[in-house]
């Protein structure tokens, strides 16, 4: 049986959804301001439009699998569980500058999201065994510096303690409550096969039961693959689990195409004990 915390989270956010939860603002009726009532009009129609997909969504999901309970959570990694400690183009810029790296930290960021987001064409995942290609190629196109030694500084420096913080400092103590529960739960993510010795050297990787890696698994999120692959190491059905991540395109329509539930953190979720989580 799942545990109560993580049925109390459905049934708060299937509530959120169907009444308008955190998605409709409440106005005051003595605004009269002109430009504040524009502004509280588009504020109302983006609300009304998330309200409307929430309710098509869990009406889709009801209608398909019924009143399911949850019994497993599935996690993304960068970007929820834990995030860089420093920017990352201030890590690039620091350690880049005694290589010769010129650039400002935001040409940096500019370049590296240009490279980031560009199809990679050395394979059809980016991420192969170590990622070190695909990381070799994102550091140039960022910094403008193909020095080896500056590579391997920052591939060896964000495999260290020091280089992330964790998304919710009350995580362990979630994850301990919900595993000793009877929720199962895994890490889902686009990685290369520095995530496990990372989540040892972050001391959690006891935290979850199995770790879905695209680099071991050949599956890039938004691939459904990949999350079926995380159920199947659990023992759960799809419909039985959801996932909560960062990313619309990856996280939310991914695990959503695989048949698992999905919240969006930072929206849906903000921490991992908010509504019962």
């Known amino acids: 049986m799942a545990a109560p915390a993580l049925r109390s989270a459905v049934a708060r956010a299937r509530a959120a959804a169907l009444s308008g939860g955190r998605w409709l603002g409440s106005s005051s009726a003595a605004e009269t301001e002109r430009e504040r009532e524009r502004g509280r009009e588009k504020e109302e129609e983006g609300a009304g ?26 996690v993304d990694a960068v970007g929820t569980l834990v995030v860089p400690a420093q920017p990352t183009a201030q890590v690039y810029k620091s350690i880049g500058e005694k290589y010769g790296v010129k650039y400002s930290e935001d040409e940096i960021l500019m370049r590296y999201r240009r490279a ?8 059809r995942l980016r991420y192969v065994d170590d990622g070190r290609p695909f990381w070799q190629h994102i550091v140039t196109s960022s910094t403008g510096c193909s020095d080896a030694q500056y590579f391997e500084e920052l591939y060896q420096y964000f495999m260290t303690e020091e280089a992330w913080k964790l998304c919710d400092p009350d995580a362990e103590n979630v994850f301990k409550a919900l595993r000793k529960s009877g929720v199962k739960t895994a890490v889902v993510s686009n990685f290369d096969t520095r995530l496990r010795p990372l989540l040892q050297t972050l001391k959690c990787d006891h935290w979850f039961d199995a770790v879905a890696v695209s680099a071991e698994v050949a599956a890039e999120k938004p691939n459904p693959t990949i999350f079926l692959k995380a159920c199947e190491f659990l023992g759960v059905k799809p419909e039985e689990a959801v996932h909560v991540g960062d990313d619309r395109r ?28």
């Open 49 to 74: 439009w998330e309200l409307a997909a929430a309710r098509e969504y869990y009406d889709y999901r009801k209608s398909i699998y019924g009143d399911v309970t949850h019994r497993a959570l599935l």
């Open 250 to 277: 990856n996280d939310i329509w991914g695990a959503r195409d695989a048949g698992c539930d999905a919240w969006l953190w930072g929206s849906d979720v903000h921490s991992f004990k908010e509504g019962g989580l």
């Open 116 to 123: 980031y987001e560009q199809p990679w064409g050395g394979s």
